[in-house]
Protein backbone atom coordinates (compact mmCIF):
# COMPACT_ATOMS: atom_id res chain seq x y z
CA UNK A 1 0.00 0.00 0.00
CA UNK A 2 3.22 2.58 0.72
CA UNK A 3 4.84 1.57 -2.22
CA UNK A 4 1.18 2.44 -4.30
CA UNK A 5 0.54 5.63 -2.71
CA UNK A 6 4.72 6.89 -2.91
CA UNK A 7 4.36 6.01 -6.90
CA UNK A 8 1.59 7.97 -6.91
CA UNK A 9 -0.84 4.60 -8.42
CA UNK A 10 -4.29 4.95 -7.81
CA UNK A 11 -4.77 1.94 -4.91
CA UNK A 12 -8.71 0.24 -4.71
CA UNK A 13 -9.47 0.08 -1.22
CA UNK A 14 -12.46 -1.18 0.33
CA UNK A 15 -15.10 1.04 2.69
CA UNK A 16 -16.67 -1.98 3.98
CA UNK A 17 -13.70 -4.43 5.49
CA UNK A 18 -12.62 -3.38 8.15
CA UNK A 19 -9.41 -4.39 10.74
CA UNK A 20 -7.61 -3.14 14.24
CA UNK A 21 -4.13 -2.66 12.77
CA UNK A 22 -1.18 -2.96 15.56
CA UNK A 23 1.88 -1.67 15.87
CA UNK A 24 4.50 -4.39 15.71
CA UNK A 25 6.30 -3.05 18.72
CA UNK A 26 3.24 -3.22 20.89
CA UNK A 27 2.47 -6.62 19.08
CA UNK A 28 5.48 -8.08 20.06
CA UNK A 29 4.97 -7.02 23.49
CA UNK A 30 1.69 -8.57 23.63
CA UNK A 31 2.84 -11.64 22.64
CA UNK A 32 5.45 -12.20 24.92
CA UNK A 33 2.70 -10.79 27.57
CA UNK A 34 1.18 -14.20 26.84
CA UNK A 35 3.64 -16.04 26.93
CA UNK A 36 4.92 -15.48 30.14
CA UNK A 37 1.53 -16.14 31.33
CA UNK A 38 1.52 -19.48 29.95
CA UNK A 39 -1.47 -18.53 27.01
CA UNK A 40 -2.16 -21.52 24.94
CA UNK A 41 -3.99 -21.99 21.41
CA UNK A 42 -5.44 -19.69 18.71
CA UNK A 43 -5.44 -16.28 19.95
CA UNK A 44 -6.45 -12.65 18.53
CA UNK A 45 -4.33 -9.48 19.19
CA UNK A 46 -5.16 -6.02 17.31
CA UNK A 47 -5.23 -2.62 18.07
CA UNK A 48 -7.48 -0.13 19.28
CA UNK A 49 -8.72 1.36 16.27
CA UNK A 50 -11.05 -0.39 13.86
CA UNK A 51 -10.84 1.44 10.78
CA UNK A 52 -11.53 0.07 6.71
CA UNK A 53 -8.87 -0.23 4.12
CA UNK A 54 -10.02 2.89 3.09
CA UNK A 55 -9.27 5.06 5.79
CA UNK A 56 -6.07 2.75 6.28
CA UNK A 57 -5.00 3.76 3.57
CA UNK A 58 -5.82 7.91 3.81
CA UNK A 59 -4.49 7.84 7.59
CA UNK A 60 -1.06 6.12 5.88
CA UNK A 61 -0.75 9.05 2.90
CA UNK A 62 -1.55 11.57 5.88
CA UNK A 63 1.43 10.15 7.91
CA UNK A 64 3.90 10.14 5.33
CA UNK A 65 2.72 12.97 3.69
CA UNK A 66 1.39 11.88 0.40
Do not use: C, N, Q, Y
Amino acid sequence: MLEGLRAGSRLRMFTDAFFTPILAGRLALAAHRLLELGARGVLHLGGEDRVSKHEFALRLAARFGL
